[in-house]
Every structure is written in C-alpha cells, then in structure tokens.
C-alpha cells in the first residue's frame, strides 16, 4: 500500500518564477493538506482540498494556489516566487474529516535564489 | 487564537532512559485532538501518539506515553527505554475538532540519543 508521495524531492527556482508541487495521496484518502516548513520552524497550515475544492485556507497571500484532480492528486503552485518561499513543502493526506489519521509525505525542498 | 508552544529547542538523553518533551497550548475549544509527530533527517513527519481532548486517559504506544493535563493546556510525552532511532525533531500539534485538518504546530524540539 503505498503511502504518500511528493514529486520532485528538491527543486531550486529563481525569484519571480513559478512553481507546481505535486502530491499523490495514499490509497483510499481523498483529502489532500499542505504546509509550508520553513528551516527551523514548524509545518503551518497552507490549505486543504477535498472533493476538488478548497475547504480550509491558512495566512498564505493568492500567490500559493492549488489543484485536486478527480484522483484525489493534488498541486501547489506558487507565482512570484520570493527569497522568503525557500522551505519544505510537506502533502498530507487523510480520509474526509478524519484528520486525526492524517498521513504526511517526505516532502519538497524548494529552494529560491 | 490557538498556539502551541515548545520550550525546549533541544534536548538530550541517555540511550536506555526517560526523557520528556514539553507541550503546552492555548484554546478556548472544549473538543480538540493533540498530536506528537516524530520527523527524522529523512524529513517524512510520523505520527508517534495522538490524545483526543474528551479521553481522560492518558494515549500510551508502546515506548511512548503523554501527560495530558487539560485544564493546564498542557500535553507532555514521555519517551521510555530510549533508543538512538528516537533521535529526531518532535513537533507537537493541536488541531480543533471541528477544523477539518488546520493541524498547528509547535516549533520543536531537537532530541538527540547518546549511545
């Protein structure tokens, strides 16, 4: 059974480019969480996806978006990307409203320069 | 707003003995779940314990137990008979029970093993 998983593992960007993350939940889960670890800190809350649209939203400008796919498949993109964006994005995936069994990817490193 | 914090940045034990990692958080809410997740240099979070805010009892997997004392807003794990794999960051995590997934996370605490 596999678990969660993120693609790529690391990607380095320039300022202002944009970027896509992708995340594939693990079997049998249909909602899709990811978070924003910047080095040293912990894991803040960017937004869910469940039933292909955004449930929850956390402190994040428009510039991050994302994307369910009707295979429960997610993306993050973010536009104009800043210094500041460099950190591992982390998916989590869960069953509906059963959070408490949210299961989280190895994550992307994204790095800005 | 709901925090949570963590006081110790880091922390070190002998392998074979007890460490506990401190936790406390702030909310108004009544039904809430804590968590403690383990992230490796590997990077993947791992759950390790999880405490729903209506059990009284104190969650225990194997090695692993909390001290959860709801009325101080405080949720503590203890680790047992520790082993160098435990080494790792430790977050601990609140998330309301009616959030639907807003996990929020303290910033950690490094735990290293000594052999």
């Known amino acids: 059974d596999a678990g969660v998983t993120q693609s790529p593992t690391h990607l380095i960007k320039t300022r202002g480019q944009q970027v896509t993350l992708r995340c594939s939940p693990k079997?049998?889960?249909?909602?899709v969480s990811w978070y924003q670890q910047a080095l040293g800190q912990g894991p803040q809350f960017i937004f869910q996806?469940?039933?292909?649209?955004?449930?929850q939203r956390g402190n994040f400008p428009d510039r991050f978006s994302g994307h369910q796919f009707p295979n429960y498949s997610s993306e993050l993109n973010v536009n104009a990307l800043l210094l500041g964006d460099s950190a591992l994005y982390l998916c989590?995936?869960?069953?509906?409203?059963?959070?408490?069994?949210?299961?989280f990817g190895p994550g992307t490193r994204l790095t800005v320069t | 707003a709901q925090t949570v914090t963590q006081s110790q940045p880091e922390m070190s034990v002998q392998e074979a003995e007890t460490v506990t990692l401190s936790c406390t958080y702030d909310?108004?809410?009544?039904?809430?779940?804590l968590f403690w997740y383990k992230q490796p240099p590997s990077r993947q979070m791992i759950l390790v314990i999880r405490?729903?805010?209506?059990?009284?009892q104190n969650a225990t997997e194997n090695r692993f137990s909390v001290n959860f004392q709801k009325a101080a807003k405080s949720f503590s794990l203890k680790i047992s008979d520790s082993q160098l794999g435990d080494a790792a960051m430790y977050f601990c995590?609140?998330?309301?029970?009616?959030?639907?997934?807003?996990?929020?996370f303290g910033k950690g605490t490094k735990l290293s093993v000594k052999p």
């Open positions: 996806y469940y039933e292909e649209e955004e449930r």
């Open positions: 909310t108004s809410e009544s039904d809430y779940y």
């Open positions: 405490q729903e805010a209506y059990k009284q």
């Open positions: 989590a995936s869960s069953l509906g409203s059963r959070i408490y069994e949210q299961y």
């Open positions: 995590a609140y998330d309301y029970g009616g959030s639907q997934g807003n996990l929020i």
């Open positions: 079997s049998g889960h249909d909602t």
